[in-house]
Structures are given as C-alpha cells and as structure tokens.
C-alpha cells in the first residue's frame, strides 16, 4: 500500500488509498468516503494528527505544494478533522487565499459585492481567530461594502502595524499554526477530556478549495439531515440561504429558506426541484453507503451542487436509538451494530421522568434547556454540598453561578443543575448531557448570593440551600417547590433495541427495589426480577414506628414478640405486593440491617414526645437512647449480629416472607423467595440464622398445609465474608456482593464522613477516582473476585451476584462478567444501561 | 513388643515395657519410672484410659483377677492418673477392701485403733465420695474409735437401707464406675477444659496396694520436696506424721513434723535419721533420672520406707524458672530444655508489678491471695463492665461473689479479680493463675450489692462501681485506692532463661511504647527496640492540648504553622528522652493518627469552657465541633487522610523527629529513626507523605548542616493495605501490620461496639474467639499473609512487622513467624512472655 502522507506532510484524500480516522480524523476519513461514492466534493488535503503536532512545533508543510493543489484559484477552506467529532477542535476558517489581488480577480468575475464579502469576512476570521485581535475592532454592524472592508484592512494594520498578509502561503500557514497550537492549549485539553477523550489525542485538518456560494448565478449554502434530531424519525430539515457561505444558512437572524416543501416561506424544493432531489438522493446514498443519517452541508456556485462536508445528524438520545433501530429495521446495519451504537449511559437521558404536562407550573426562572429530562430536588450551592446530599440519598439541584471541572463530582451527586451563565455548548451543558443529568444553563435573571446562601428569582422570591426546586432541562426552566412528573415512556424504538440487547446479554440485570413504586419501575424496565429489597423502610411509617420503639424498649423476649406480632401482617402485606407486581420473577429480600438506635429520636424535643408517647420517664427514655448508641455505627451492632442478638425480628420477617410466598403463589404465579442475610463476616452465622428460618418454614408448612420453596443467601459486604466465601457458600444459595459497605470496609473510610476529603484526594490523585462512583477494581474488586472464586469453587451451583450501587455502571458490569457473576443488581432507572452494556460487552467479547 | 493392655483391661506397671501418658496417664508413666528407678514402690496396676472409658461405659474389667495381683492383703488405693496432673481428676480414694473380716485381721496385726481407724476411713470416703450420701451423716467430730465406726456402718445402712459392702471386688467396681464417670460429667469437663486440656482428654486410673501407715512400730505417712514452690530454690519441705495414710501430714490441724532439722518442732530428720537420709537419696535419683524436681509421697509402715507416688513439685512461675535454669545449670537438661519447659504466659505472673513493700496500706478486705501481683483498677461488678472498661483501655478490678465459665471473657479483660467466696482451686483462682491476672478470693467479710452496684467492707466503707481499689493477690489483700507499687524484678535465674531464649529466636520482639516509662520497661525486658510508638498522647498534655485546640478551630494554614511551630519543641523533647532511653535501637514512630474532633470537649460546660478560653462565641464553637463530628470517627478523617488534608502536622512531627536524631546522635548512640504513616489504603497515599517528609528532611540537614538518616515506613491496617502492600511497597522501607484496626476493618466490627454482643457471640459458637483477643488467622490472618507476601515480593528487602495488641500471644507470634514478619511489636510486660514463646516455636521448628 502507498505510504499515506508523503513528504510534503499532507495527503490528497481523493487518492486511493484509505485515509483512517485514527491517523487524519473522522472528517477526513468522511470526506474521502463521499468523494468514492462519487459526491461532488472539492479538491481537499488532509493533514494528518502527525503532521498538525509537527505544525504546533514549528515545522510546517511545503506551504507552496500545498497551495498548489488548489490550483488557479488557490482559495481554502481549513477544518478540524479529530478522531471523534466530539472531541471539538477550532472552527472552520473559510476564504484563506483572500488578498487585494484576488480581491480584484473575484470582483471581475463574481461581481464587487461578493469580492467585497468574501474578503471582509475572511479579514473579520484572520484578524479575531489567528491573530487575536480585539473582536470589536472588526465589528462592522450591517456593513458589508467597500467602506467596511477597507475600515477592517485599516483596523488590521493599527493593531498589527502591518498591512494584512497578502501572500496565500503566510496566510494558510499562520491559520494552521494557530489551529494546530490551540488544539494543544489547556483549556481545548479540558474540554476534550471532558468528552471522554485522551489527553494526548491528535487533531487532523483538512484543507479544501473554497466553493464561493455567492456571485453570479443560483449561488448560495445551505444544510441538510433527512431525520429530526430530536425524534430521530424521518422529516427533511435544514436551511439554505442565497449568496451565503458555509453555516451561514443556520444563523437564526438570516431568513434562510426551509429545505421541504412543508417548511414555512419559499422552500428549496420549490425553488430549485433539481437541487433538492440531488440532494435526496445523496441523503439516501450516504445512509444506505454510510450506514448512518449524514448531516450533509453544500453550497451551490453558479447553478451547480457542491458537498463541502457531511457529518452524523447530531441527536437526541431518544433519535440515537429511533436511527439505530431504523437502520437495522432497514437492513443497513445488524441488529448487533445497532446495540453496539448507543452509549449505554445516554440512555438515562430518555429515562428520566419529565414534568408532567397537566401539571402546574410554578415557573419561577427561564434559561436554555441544555440537558433533558426533569429533576426535583433541594437547592445546593456547592459540589461539595451536592456530594453531602448524595451521601445522605437526598437529591439536590446544584446552582452555580458557572460550572469548571471542579464541580464535575457535585454535578454527578446532583439530581439537577441549574447555572446563571452559559449556552447550550458551555462546560454545565456539556458535561450535563454526558451525564444524563437534567440541566437548565443561562438562567441569567437569577440573583445568586453563595456567600449568603440565597438564590434571588425576578418575582423577588428568595430561596435558600435546602429548598426544594424542580428544573425541566428540556424546557429550560426551574420551577419552585416540587412540580407533578410522570414517568419517562421510552417508545417502542427503546423497545426494540432492548430486545435485541437482551438477546446479546450474557450476565443477569435485576433492579434494586424496596417499595411497589420501584418495583413497577424495575418491571416496566424489564429487570430480570429484584436483586435487593431493602426492608428497612416497612419499619419507618409512622404506625410502624412506634411499634419499633417498643421493640427498642423491652428487654424482654416475650414482649418483644407480641411487638413484633403486630409488625407481621404489615410485612406480610409488603411482600405479598412486591411479589404480585414481580409475577414470580425472583424478588430477593434483604433482612433487617439497621441498628436499633436509628428507630429512636436524637433530639431533646424529639425524646421528650417519645417520652410522653411511651409514658415512660424522660430519664428512662434518655438512658436507653444512650446505651444503644454506639460509636461507630457502621461497624456495630446491626445486619446479622442484630439477627442472632434479637433473633424475633428475623423470624418475624421469614414468617411475613412466608406466609406472603403462599398467599402470592395462589393469587399468581409461584414465588421462590430469596432471603438475604447482611453483613456476614462468619460461617456460623449464617448456619444460626439458616436453621431459625428453616424452622419458621416448617412451622409455616405444616401450619398452612402448604408446600413452597425458599433460597437462602448471604450479602458479601465485609472484607472477611468474601475471603470465607467457600466457607459461607457451604449454608448459602446465593452470594451477592454488597459492593458499598465492602468499599468501605476495605479503605477503612465511611461514606458518610469521605465527603469531608474526598474532593481534595480526587483533585490530588490520590484516589483515581471516588472508589463509591467506580469499583476499585484492584482493592475491593480484589476481593469481589476472590469471594466469587471460592464461593463457586465450593459450591459450583451457586448464584453470584453484585447488588451495591456500583451495579449499573457499565464499568462495573465488565468486571463482573470477568468475574464470573451471574447477575447484577442496581436502581430501576439503571436496569437498561446495564442491559445494554452487558450487551455491548457481550458483543465485544465475541468480535475479538 | 508385649501387649500393655491384656484381656483383663489393665496392666501391672512393673512389667518392662514401657507406659505412655497418653494411654495410662502421668502418674501410672511416672509410678513405672520410680519402680525402675529401684525406689520401693508398692504392687501398682494402671488402667489405661480406654479401659477406664470402658468402665464409666459398664464394662467393668475382670475383678478377681485384679484383686489376685494383691495376694493375701487385697487393700488398695485408687488414684487417677490424667495425662497431665494439672488436668485433674477424682480424689484418691484409700483402703479398698476393709470390710469386717479385714477389720478382725488388722485388729489382731495392727491393733484395734488402727483397724477402726482404716475402716472408719474407708466407710466414710466410700458412703460421700462413692454412694454420694450426705457428708454430715458421717461426721465423726474426733471419734475414730469402735463406736464412730459403728456409727458409719448404721448410717450407711439406713440410708442405703443396705448393709457396708463386704466384698472387696464389689467396693473396687463400685469405686471404678464412680471415679470413671464423674470424669465423663460436665464440670470436670469444664474444669479441665479451663486447665487447656481437650473436651475429650482420658482418665488412667492407678490401683495401688496399700501401706498402712499405721500399726506397731515407726508407721506414718508424709511428703517431701527439695525446692520451694514459691521461689524454686533448695530448701527441704514437707510434713511427715505418724500414725496416718495418704497427705493427712498436709493438713494444718495435724501437728504433723517437719521434715529438716531447721523446721519448728521435732523433725524426721532427727527423729529417723536413717529414713530422712534415705528420703534424699530418692530425692537426688528423682531430680537426676526423672530430670525435674520432685515432691515425693511416702508412707512407713512398721519401720519400712514405701514411696506411694512422687509428682513434679507444685510452682510459682519465678519457681519454675529457677528449677529449669538450675536443672540446665548442673546439666541435668540442656539449655533448650529448660526453655521449653516454661509457658510463656506463666511469664506474666513474675512481671507484674507488686505493692511497695515501704508504701501505706489501707487495707479494707482480707482474703486468699490466690494468683501473686498486685493490681489497680476500677471496681466493676459484671463481665460485661469489664470488658467495656479494657476497650476504653481502663483497668478495671472484677468483682463477684464467686465466678463462673461466663465470667472468663472478663476476668482476660480485668487487670485483678476480688471474688467473696472460693479458695485456692476456686473456679476463680484457678483461671486467674492460669491468665496471670492477680486475683484474692474467698474474701468472705465483703457485702456485696451487684445489683446496688455497691461493695461494702468490714470497717463499713462503700465502694461503689468506679471506685478505685487495689488488690494484692500475693497477700490476699484489697486496699482503698490506687496503693504505690513497685516495678518487678525477675530475678537473675529469669535473666539467664531470657538470655538463651533469645539465642533461640528467629523473629524479632520490640515493644509497644508511647512513654519514656513504657520505653524503659522496654528496655528492661530487653526488647529489640520500639515497634510502635504512637504519638497521640503528647497532644493531650493541658499546655499542648490548648495548642491542639487552636489548630483545630483555624482554618488558615499561617495560623496552624503558627500553633504547631509552639508544638514543636514539646515533641523535640519527648523524641530526645524516647531516642536517649533506647540508646540507639530502632524506635518507630506512628505519625498523629487520631481525629481532630478528638481534642475537643464534648459536653455543654465543656464547649463553654473552650468558648471562654479560646475568646469565641460559644455558637461558633458549637458549630466547629458540630462540623468534625463524625458519623464513624473510625472510617473517617484520620490517619494519613489528615496528614494529606492538614499536612502541616505531619510536618511539624517529621521536623520534631529529625532535629531529635541529631540532638540524640549528638549525645549517644547514632539514631536511625523510623517513621510510620497510619490508615493507609492507596500508595498515593505513601507517595505524597513521603516527599513532603524527605522535603523536611532535606531542610533539616541544611539548617543544621549534619546528616542522618531515617526510614519510612507504612502501618498497614486496612484491607486494601493489605492487598496493595506490592504498590505500597515501593515507597515504604518496611510494612507493619497493624491487627487491630485490621481486625475491625475485616469483620467489619468496632472494638468500641463489639462489647454488646460479644460474650453472646463467643457463648454461641458464632466466633470461637474474640478476634481482638486471639489473631482471626482465617481472615485477617489471610490478609496478613498476603501483605506479607506481595510486599515481600515487590521489595525483598523490606522489613515486615506485626504491632497490633496481638503481638505478644504466642499463637500470633507463631502465626508471625510462618508469614515470614522480621519482628512483631507488644506491650513492654509482654516482651518476656513473646521472647520465650518465639524461642520455643524456633526449637520445636528444629525437632520437626
């Protein structure tokens, strides 16, 4: 094969040999892909990521042979071309080869006005964007004539003190310079990184011969997708605009044409039919060749069609799945390919709830929708307060003023941003979107006071950190206290692509769900059944509680029980609703964790009406507070060892479990409960609990007459149970890593006190990264791996599972594959990016 | 080989072949040696521990053959014979085969007093001990004539409503079945499991012909020994009385002789010149062929010297190191023999402290000193108290009205144990000598109100839980307050033991110290160096603890340097005084581990009282404290998480130990300090402390212009220390376990909270050890292992160290050694104990 770039440092991407996007760019690769299909590009050059790293350094092209290229009319264009066309990278600069020469040759031939034009502008982009001139000084207003041409050359050579380069070679020759030295600056870096790409990734460029679009003749520019970027369903859109250049067309303030007929004013498709159907028919070449919807730009010179470029139709995560289902219903693609497209993550997007229409709007602030999807939560002005809120499982609306890479973990713990400044590419909207966080940016007629804590909105109402607020990302609005939502309704394009995802995975997904609400959500997201019910909640509503608090006050077992007595048809009735809405998929149910001093009021007032409400003594009542509280509570007395201490409460539970098993199983289909024992750190404690709940299962049976099945398992949540595990798999069905607790068990550091350092250790790399936001693989995945080798080792039937919050991380769900577990379990909302990650992983594994 | 065991299901002990103590027991093994030794043993059998099993089971062996080996005076005793003494057994039970007709015979042989003496003996051991009939029934007061013996026939028989067994084959069944079952019951079991034996340890049980000891002629019975069971050095003792069998010497009532010249009253040695020389003979030949000192039983009958049974001569610990050190000496054991034959753990009894013989004594309660050292400490009243106590690191003194099995958690836990009833073999007495831990029991003048929480004493003092006693465990003594108390001193016999010792051991010993007092002790016992010396207490002197509290409430780095620039000559001084007493053996310095928050007060008055001093509205700090309390202070900001947040401490400290090392160099030893960063979890971690630490360092010895070195080091006590100790390695000169942490971190427990259901936990099975107690070798211990592995494997020559409060077990130091650790660090007193456990494993390791 012919060596790609030649001496000369560029490459005529009409040449046969293919160019690649990791060497010259995703633009490049494009374009030379159009002109095989035969499109009518103009001439273009590639400079490859090697050759735009040499530039920034100082060692330029054979200027002269690259002009020489573009032949009698050596007018250029220049354009990134990075490997990702999200990874940015400088604007298009058009009209390189503008000079009082060619000025005049273009006056002649396309007449006074569009030299005059093509000149100013490209006086207008040189002077701002290479030679970084004060933009005011070329403002020109509505000027576009002689007198603001020469007032631009004139305002160049005061500033400059020299007369505007006139020779093509300098002037193309500064534009890559400048192009090539931004794209290595910091902030073009941070950006980058931002989206996800390498610090160290390379920029190409592309260099093509100008096609005027202005002059003599049907001229102008314009662009066009053939689905909505919105939707992603089929619906022509676009702008063309006459005597125009590049994205002119686009400009709001131009009056540019419609494209289709059915658009307002006159359309393209009425005015020049000829057009408009090469056009269509370029659109269908491109997708069917592409096997993508091309975002086609073109300019028309004299009465002829020019394809300067063609991109991916920007989407909607919703119009990412709607095109990938589109194009394998088609054929175009396989269905693999299109599960293979969708960034898992972007799916959050379409699954965040919205406001709900019919509901009232209490709009109390205006901006730019930047991230859809709506979010309700208390207000924060700090990362660090939204990283606290996140801690304690409160959502929170971040609101910042602007955001910088600082408050990239504030914006991950919040449900919401919400920032005064900025447009729909700032650094809030960006990093929002990529992140599925709801996010309405450039509120600008907010008074934000972060000292004082206040945010003022027009109406004068001033709301304080800790307030609830609701944002709606899609219509760029925040609206006070916690508007109506209804739940996200995904289409049956998501439906789809989720078959064919389900089709691929080769691991389980269940949903963590303690209430019916979430169930319902884990169902409607087709989780393969319940990988954690917390129960822990059953025992928070108000009539529950006080029974709690009696549980709490006796010492003695036989009050204790008929306490508990009391608790059991409430459980029972939980149960039997979590396992009718589940219809017999599996619903695993963790016992009680919590210690026993959460059940109690902490402060003065709230013992003392604990006090009344028991009718004990204050005294009595502050003295049992005081002896069951405890140091550190995450280390004591709760989960299992609550379990053996006060054995009723699981009994309680198992018999609720029970009874609801065959009360489930006669109304629907059969449920096989699976019951979870937490925070094992012995063997023998889960033989304890085994045999007190094989023994209420007897005594269930054999009171109802009734025959039902149970599996009994262990979470693996302290660094000694996965180092046991073969031990503990000897009594358990299952196992299922409680990635949280085993993460802080194995740094030594609880979540709820890592808030404090944990920016500081992120920001220093002393951590990569917050091991609670991604698994450590290599401390505490260590030990998952380890648990899951002897576990099965010893037990090879065993199920293997991981139900912490790190579950629906696609990161996460590699790691569990390799690790040999057979599901994972994470929050209802995450079940589909983990389904299609699993998906995607499936699929890679196959490939290679 | 000869079968030992023939069909009749015992063995005649002066056939030639060989008894073990693991089939026949200590006695029968030792009863041999003196027979082949030529000593005048009378005709032994021994049954062997399966034939015993047999006989408790109903399978009694042939009995006519038995009593045939006695011949014509078939008048036994049965004595029992564990595999070891301490492990215990039934009382010897004498005169087997007194009957009517024995009566008669011995009337006319031995005279009447004596055949009335013999039977009454036998009637009432049998009709208590055997039939298990009320004791008070056959007390006879000081009637040993015809009509006391009368007496106990009738008793019998109205009780039995049976006649007194006549026939010498039914008396001894009947004794066999008796003492073989008592054995198999539960609390000899328990007893003997508290001595360390196992759950199933046999019973030998000897029958032995008897020696009168009564009748014409010289006739009595005694003991001897040839050392001091207090001290172990050369002093004849013993009682000898005539006209008696078995220990009746022994008893203070008897007026029985002494044995050498220089006792009070008429001694054997003058009286039966002949028989006293003969005695030592024994003696000598016992200390020489059985190498141990030995306490011989003897009996004369009619002139004639019979040695029933010799045992090894009861002792204190500093007497069994005299003995073995004198044993060695004259080259009757080797050197290593005689450091084997020590327990560790008896070591303890010799190290602890004792009462200033010069000090004042309110003594308040009188008792039996029943384990030696005096001890202060609290009074607690339950287990539970205590071992709360030893988690707050307070020593406590358990008192109880007696113990029990459940109280043996806290009397480990306790530093002494005062119990009101009970003598010497109490329950309570036995466990204490065993643990080493200075108990008094039987103190019977106490009144105490557990429930009250009171104890009040004789001169009408309460003391309530709290208060502060002392005990004296070597005089039987409790005295108000905390009494002065001396250091120990071993002795030069412990010196010479410790000596070969340590040219046996393969591991190194350093001690735990934080204090000068604690580093001289240290010193004393001759450790290897300092292992672990945490730093935290220096901060809580009042003038530092000002300081501390200034830092704690700045949030401007100026102002923090400022208050620890004060600090810093504080810390130069105690490094000074550490480095100096250690005269140049390493010392290893814990940087600050604890949380901020702990230099605050906690209470109202408290927070007012900081508010005055500091000059600050009391709100602000309220509101500071607020803001550092922890939710788990164990997982939190503390550690090297402070040193990377705050890293002006670490600075300062680093600063404080290098301009120590040269002031200490200066005027000593040359000093190599090494410095240990607490709570790591990532080698970051390392990596940043440790270039700001070679940054002072640098600085030092440019200011000072001299050189030192030091070495740094990471306290490895997180599990994902332990799993990266390879990455940690790399910056780390040595790696120390810290198992306490480790522990807790593991099981995912808090020492501070695990007191609640610990003894639940231990009771049931769940853990068969209290893992802060004895090393989870299955747990933690694996991720020691691995540690040690991997960071020897990343850096070979790395220093591996354990110094958690497991360092100075035995098991952890055996553990330690074969996970291949450089040296493990305990608490001073446990220096000796740790040395003489390392020298034992190193020899055993030689043998195998």
């Not at 013992?607 to 502050?622: H, T």
């Not at 995945?781 to 139900?803: H, S, W």
């Not at 996460?812 to 299609?836: E, K, N, Q, T, W």
Request: charged fraction near 20%; hydrophobic fraction near 45%.
């Amino acid at each position: 094969m012919q060596k790609q770039t030649d001496r000369t440092g560029f490459t005529l991407i009409r040449r046969v040999a293919p160019i690649s996007a990791d060497t010259h760019g995703g633009r490049a690769k494009c374009l030379q892909r159009l002109i095989r299909l035969g499109l009518p590009v103009p001439e273009t050059v590639a400079l490859s990521f090697e050759a735009v790293h040499r530039i920034a350094a100082g060692e330029l092209p054979d200027m002269e042979a690259l002009l020489a290229v573009f032949g009698a009319r050596p007018l250029v264009s220049v354009r990134p071309s990075a490997q990702l066309a999200d990874w940015g990278g400088p604007g298009a600069l058009l009209n390189i080869g503008m000079n009082d020469a060619m000025h005049a040759t273009l006056a002649e031939s396309h007449g006074e006005e569009a030299a005059n034009a093509l000149y100013l502008r490209f006086v207008q982009s040189f002077a701002v964007n290479i030679a970084r001139l004060d933009p005011d000084m070329f403002e020109t207003g509505n000027g576009l004539g002689r007198d603001a041409l020469q007032a631009a050359l004139d305002a160049y050579q005061a500033e400059t003190d020299e007369y505007f380069p006139q020779d093509p070679a300098v002037q193309l020759a500064e534009v890559l310079r400048s192009m090539a030295r931004a794209w290595e600056g910091t902030s073009a870096r941070l950006l980058r990184q931002a989206r996800g790409a390498p610090a160290d990734a390379g920029l190409g460029l592309v260099v093509q011969q100008m096609v005027l679009g202005v002059g003599p003749g049907e001229s102008g520019a314009g662009v066009i997708q053939f689905v909505s970027s919105e939707t992603g369903r089929p619906q022509i859109t676009g702008r063309y605009l006459g005597q125009s250049q590049g994205r002119d067309a686009l400009r709001a303030s131009t009056g540019a044409q419609y494209l289709a007929r059915d658009g307002r004013g006159g359309s393209l498709e009425v005015q020049q039919p000829a057009l408009f159907t090469q056009l269509k028919e370029y659109g269908a070449l491109c997708r069917q060749r592409l096997r993508e919807e091309m975002q086609i730009e073109f300019t028309v010179e004299n009465g002829t069609l020019h394809v300067l470029d063609a991109v991916r139709v920007p989407r909607s995560a919703r119009a990412a799945v709607e095109i990938a289902v589109a194009l394998a219903r088609d054929g175009v693609i396989s269905r693999e390919e299109a599960v293979a497209r969708i960034e898992p993550r972007a799916l959050s997007e379409l699954l965040h709830p919205q406001l709900d229409p019919a509901g009232e709007r209490d709009v109390v602030l205006r901006g730019i929708g930047a991230s859809p999807g709506a979010a309700v939560g208390c207000i924060v002005f700090t990362a660090a307060a939204a990283q606290a809120c996140q801690a304690r499982e409160q959502p929170c609306i971040l609101v910042r003023r602007e955001t910088t890479p600082e408050d990239i973990r504030g914006m991950q713990a919040a449900a919401g941003v919400l920032t005064e400044r900025g447009g729909v590419t700032s650094h809030a909207a960006v990093i929002a979107r990529g992140m599925g966080v709801p996010c309405v940016v450039g509120a600008g007629d907010m008074v934000l006071d972060a000292k004082a804590g206040t945010l003022r909105v027009p109406d004068g109402r001033i709301f304080r950190e800790g307030d609830t607020i609701t944002i709606d990302g899609t219509a760029g609005q925040a609206l006070a206290g916690a508007a109506p939502m209804q739940e996200p309704g995904p289409g049956a394009a998501f439906d789809s692509l989720m078959e064919w995802a389900d089709g691929l995975c080769d691991i389980g997904i269940r949903a963590n769900a303690d209430t019916p609400a979430e169930a319902r959500v884990a169902r409607r997201f087709r989780a393969q059944g319940i990988g954690l019910c917390r129960t822990e909640h059953m025992f928070f509503e108000p009539e529950r509680l006080t029974v709690m608090r009696e549980i709490v006050f006796t010492d003695d077992p036989a009050d204790r029980a008929a306490a508990l007595e009391r608790l059991l048809p409430m459980q029972r009735a939980d149960f039997v609703e979590l396992f009718s809405i589940m219809q017999g998929q599996p619903v695993c149910i963790r016992l009680f964790d919590l210690p026993l001093h959460e059940f109690l009021p902490s402060g003065r007032s709230g013992l003392r009406a604990l006090a009344e409400a028991m009718g004990l003594p204050l005294s009595d009542v502050v003295r049992r507070v005081e002896t069951l509280a405890e140091v550190n509570p995450m280390l004591g007395l709760r989960g299992v060892r609550l379990g053996i201490t006060v054995p009723e409460i699981y009994d309680m539970q198992a018999r609720a479990i029970f009874e609801a098993t065959i009360e489930a199983s006669g109304a629907g289909a059969p449920v096989v409960p699976e019951i979870m024992i937490p925070l094992v750190s012995a063997q023998k404690e889960v033989a304890l609990v085994k045999s007190r709940i094989d023994a209420v299962a007897a005594a269930v049976r054999n009171e109802r007459g009734v025959g039902f099945d149970f599996r009994l398992g262990v979470m693996v949540e302290t660094p000694r149970a996965a180092l046991r595990a073969h031990d503990i798999a000897q009594h358990a069905a299952f196992l299922s890593f409680g990635t949280n607790d085993l993460t802080q068990m194995t740094y030594g550091l609880s979540r709820d006190d890592a808030g404090r350092f944990m920016n500081d250790y992120v920001a220093q790399g002393v951590f990569a990264e917050d091991p609670f936001h991604i698994l450590d693989a290599e401390g505490v995945g260590e030990l998952l791996r380890i648990g899951a080798r002897r576990g099965r080792e010893a037990r090879p039937e065993i199920t293997l599972a991981m139900c912490g919050e790190h579950g629906g991380n696609p990161e996460s769900i590699a790691f569990c594959r390799a690790a040999g577990l057979d599901y994972v379990s994470c929050s209802p909302y995450r079940v589909p990016v983990a389904r299609l990650a699993a998906a995607q992983l499936a699929l890679k594994q196959r490939v290679s």
